[in-house]
């Protein structure tokens, strides 16, 4: 079996799920694995982010979350610390007064949403990420829209890391279970052939079981070469397979480390983690 630079030491420890051999998601791999190395700093970075929704006050204070090639960054912290206003910002759906979000060393600061995903952005929001009247496929569809090649080897990939979907390809998205929304939603994402994910709270309101499930496929698109940059309100299970994580408290920088790093760190279990 070949050795896989993105077998390492992350939490997750089920290497059945490592399929390093095929093609999958073959040309975000090769994209994001070409240039930044030169810069010496993660591909996506919003750093030191200062602002907030319109006229209204600054919701990030000097906030930074990045996203290295090959790894999961995970963004925790309470509920209302910022965490998908840091999202937004990074994505390009409000102003940042302060500070800057660079693209594999590209200052993007000033670009709108649909330009960041021309340039390789995928962002899968918090709420409303499907469009729950059309099928699985036409949704997989939509998320295709900024190409023009043909996509259906892309579909087939993300049929093939969500075999369920491919079943249910004709059925309305709002028909499916919690943990099925979610994978339309990254599936859609996916279908733009992003050079990096962004999931804002992937796993909400679906069981332990399926949690764990849509982690394991998470991993997986990460050992594609796509960087991830995920928040998660399982703070302690989103840790276990985190590269990189971050802690936010009132739109602060509060911890950042690897995630056994946090998962150790006597301050952020007792203040995050129960203990
Ligand atoms: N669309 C919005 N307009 C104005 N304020 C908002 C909006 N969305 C969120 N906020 C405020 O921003 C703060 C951070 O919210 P949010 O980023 O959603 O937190 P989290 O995702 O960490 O739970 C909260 O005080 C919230 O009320
Ligand atoms: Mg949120």
């Known amino acids: 079996m070949t050795k896989s630079p993105y077998q390492d030491d992350r939490g997750n420890k089920d290497r059945s799920i490592t399929n390093t051999g095929g093609g999958t998601l073959t040309a975000a791999k090769n994209a994001a694995r070409d240039s930044v190395a030169q810069t010496g700093e993660p591909f996506l970075i919003g750093d030191a982010m200062t602002g907030g929704y319109g006229k209204g006050p600054d919701i990030l204070h000097a906030c930074t979350i990045a996203a290295e090639k090959g790894e999961i960054a995970v963004i925790v912290g309470p509920n209302g610390a910022g965490k998908s206003t840091a999202m937004k910002a990074v994505f390009g759906m409000l102003n940042v007064n302060e500070g800057a979000v660079r693209l594999d060393g590209e200052d993007i600061t ?35 829209f900024i190409r023009r090649d043909d996509f259906k080897d892309t579909m087939t990939q993300v049929y093939d890391l969500f075999p369920i979907l491919k079943d249910k390809r004709n059925q309305p998205a709002g028909e499916l279970s919690g943990g099925q929304r979610q994978q339309v939603a990254v599936g859609r994402a996916l279908m733009t052939q992003p050079k990096v994910l962004m999931l804002d709270e992937p796993t909400a309101g679906v069981s332990p079981i399926v949690m764990d499930e849509l982690f394991d496929r998470i991993i997986e698109v990460a050992r594609t070469g796509i960087p991830i ?47």
């Not at 950042?256 to 203990?275: H, W």
């Open 229 to 275: 940059l995920m928040v998660e309100q399982n703070a302690r299970q989103a840790l276990e397979i985190a590269d990189k994580a971050y802690v936010l408290v009132q739109g602060r920088n509060a911890h950042t480390g690897t995630g056994k790093e946090l998962l150790a760190d006597e301050q952020v279990r007792r203040s995050f983690l129960g203990g």
């Open 110 to 144: 000033h670009l709108s949403p649909q330009q960041r995903v021309v340039k390789g952005m995928g962002f899968v929001p918090q709420t409303s990420n499907i469009f729950t009247s059309m099928t699985v496929e036409e949704n997989l569809e939509m998320g295709a």
